[in-house]
Nanobody
Framework: QVQLVESGGGLVQPGGSLRLSCAAS????????MGWYRQAPGKQRELVGV???????NLPDSVKGRFTISSDNAKKTVYLQMNSLKPEDTAVYYC??????????????WGQGTQVTVSS
């Protein structure tokens, strides 16, 4: 059984910062990638940032220069540092992990989501 536990969402004023964390636990053999997606009301889920097991990252232009993604492989945790937040960053943020359990093939897992609201 794999669990993803997210933390760090909340309400912040425009220009402010938040840091999201997502820790994976369970019978994990190997993690191939971790990251974050978000979904605003009435919109499709979109990529915010992903990081591979080797440390390579991919972030869309909409957050480049403002958001940073990192991971701690020993802790099986991915972080999203969000700076210079804008109202349009308001969304539910979902943790994503691609991993293989001790018996199985690589599979996508999703966190329960954490609300980020940017408003004055």
């Amino acid at each position: 059984q794999v669990q993803l536990v997210e933390s760090g969402g909340g309400l912040v004023q425009p220009g402010g910062s938040l840091r999201l964390s997502c820790a994976a636990s369970g019978s994990i053999f190997s993690i191939y990638g971790m990251g974050w997606y978000r979904q605003a009301p009435g919109k499709q889920r979109e990529l915010v940032g992903v990081i591979g097991s080797g440390g390579s990252t991919n972030l869309p232009d909409s957050v480049k220069g403002r958001f940073t993604i990192s991971s701690d492989n020993a802790k099986k945790t991915v972080y999203l540092q969000m700076n210079s937040l804008k109202p349009e960053d308001t969304a539910v943020y979902y943790c994503w992990v691609n991993l293989r359990e001790y018996r199985g093939s690589p599979t996508d897992y999703w966190g329960q989501g954490t609300q980020v609201t940017v408003s004055s």
